[in-house]
């Protein structure tokens, strides 16, 4: 396949009303309440009960999914990064 005919990922344009979230680690009691800190931190308007979770069927593994309005690449990477140096996060989609 040459370069041109490649998929390329999808253009989001900003700013992006609906741009959803989601964060994947290991259950543990304060999970959550560190993951609305950390996405209210650079996105202050999102609602804390706007954020959904859901247990994995084994109780390992916890989802948080939250839809924010994006700025951003630069603010999506940097919740990415933020997310990801708590340690309590294995994943974020």
Do not use: W
Request: with cysteine.
């Amino acid at each position: 396949m040459t370069e041109d005919t490649q998929q390329q990922p999808p253009k989001i344009e900003f700013p992006c009303a609906d741009y959803p979230i989601k964060i994947i680690g290991d259950h543990c009691d304060n999970f959550i309440d560190v993951i609305i800190d950390v996405v209210q931190r650079h996105a202050p308007e999102v609602d804390p009960a706007a954020f959904t979770r859901r247990d994995s069927s084994n109780g390992r593994f916890l989802s948080v999914q939250v839809h924010i309005h994006a700025q951003s690449i630069e603010q999506l990477e940097k919740i990415n990064q933020d997310l990801r140096e708590t340690g309590l996060v294995r994943m974020v989609l």
